[in-house]
């Protein structure tokens, strides 16, 4: 079996046939087509001027992209239309064949779980190439059609991202009432155990002086103030480092945690009557 390069007639996709049979279909539009009409065409340009066998004029692309483009086939589109647009980067229509493929043909919209961002990205690069090299009037034609398309595209996906960020906000002012609450009963025992705390610390402190002065001024009786002294001593010590270097800092802790959660819930709230305003104005255009 010898293959040969052949066109189908009907819809212009480009075909490999089996040369020794008389018929075959195109595995595109599924139409019958005789071989040698189908090979004939390949070898001649629509427009009736004579082909390069094997390359195909930027008319056979064009048109091939357009009803690969038609007959919903946008892989094949794409394939047609890039070829196009390689070797004949001038042809706008190479460039708007591939824009009208990868988005079939204006019918992809972000949904929730994919936003194809990375697909309207590639579209306005193929749009800004197309633009640059198309007429006036074919300008104006794909411009109109492009901006329509984009304009929904661009507020499908916003309205997505305003739910998603809704949805975060939501959650975290949910998080920051509960963070609050528990912040201000945390506070309130933090404030009065460091409060005890400084008592019993000011009540060693007290006994410590104490005695120590006593060393000093009791002359023959200052003996009986060593001991205690030297038994308080460590305690003391103990309590103020704990007091004023462990809790009291943990305490100044839970106070700001407690504040940050206050400005969460309110800035997240705010955030959330925003979202609401600028979504319905999205909906409502």
Not at 116 to 127: G, K
Not at 246 to 254: A, H, N, Q, R
Request: net charge negative; aromatic share 12%; hydrophobic share 40%.
């Amino acid at each position: 079996m010898k293959l040969v390069s052949a066109m189908c007639p009907n819809c212009g996709a480009k075909l490999e046939l089996d040369e020794n049979m008389e018929k075959g279909f195109c595995m595109y539009c599924g139409s019958q087509i005789l071989v040698q009409d189908a090979v004939q065409k390949y070898k001649v340009e629509i427009s009736g001027r004579v082909s390069v066998e094997g390359i195909l004029s930027a008319e056979d692309l064009a048109k091939n992209g357009e009803t690969l483009v038609n007959i919903g086939n946008y892989q094949q589109a794409y394939d047609s239309c890039k070829e196009l647009s390689e070797k004949y980067p001038d042809d706008y229509r190479g460039w708007w064949g591939m824009i009208r493929a990868i988005t079939s043909d204006f019918a992809i919209m972000p949904v929730e779980t994919d936003y194809h961002e990375n697909i309207r990205n590639i579209a306005a690069e193929y749009f800004d190439y197309a633009v640059k090299v198309a007429n006036d009037s074919d300008r104006k034609r794909i411009t109109e059609i492009y901006e329509k398309w984009d304009k929904k595209y661009y507020h499908q996906q916003h309205v997505f991202e305003l739910r998603d960020e809704y949805g975060r906000c939501k959650t975290a002012h949910s998080n920051s009432i509960g963070s609050q609450i528990f912040g201000g009963f945390a506070t309130v025992g933090m404030f009065l155990l460091v409060l005890l705390l400084i008592v019993v610390t000011a009540i060693l402190g007290f006994i410590e002086i104490a005695c120590i002065i006593g060393i000093f001024t009791e002359g023959e009786g200052s003996f009986l103030y060593i001991i205690p002294a030297v038994l308080f001593l460590a305690p003391t010590v103990k309590m103020i480092m704990f007091t004023f270097f462990g809790k009291l800092p943990e305490f100044i802790g839970v106070i700001k945690a407690t504040r940050e959660s206050a400005r969460v819930r309110v800035e997240s709230k705010a955030r959330m009557k925003e979202i609401d305003s600028e979504y319905n104005d999205i909906t409502n255009k």
